[in-house]
């Protein structure tokens, strides 16, 4: 279940708050006049989110290159890449 607290909560609390999710690494949502208004979260969990989301951009990427492009055999790149490391 989700932790949801006030924005009022936030401002009184925000040390404890703070606390609370950097020892939990669970989300506080947090509302503003009985709405959703924003999310306080640890920065290691944030972080790995954010990791986490650039690798799936990587891969819709490729996905949408391979597309348009076409896919190259394994041993055609495994060649290229052994080719441009010898020096």
Not at 14 to 31: E, Q, Y
Not at 78 to 84: P, T, V
Request: proline share 3%; no cysteine.
């Amino acid at each position: 279940m989700a932790d949801i607290r006030s924005v009022t909560q936030l401002k009184v609390r925000s040390s404890d708050l703070v606390d609370r999710v950097n020892t939990t690494r669970s989300p506080i949502i947090i509302t503003q006049r009985g709405e959703a208004r924003a999310v306080l979260q640890d920065l290691e969990s944030y972080e790995r989110t954010q990791r986490s989301l650039a690798m799936l951009q990587l891969v819709l990427e490729s996905e949408e290159s391979v597309r348009r492009h076409g896919a190259l055999p394994h041993e055609t790149v495994a060649s290229r890449f052994r080719r441009r490391r010898r020096p």
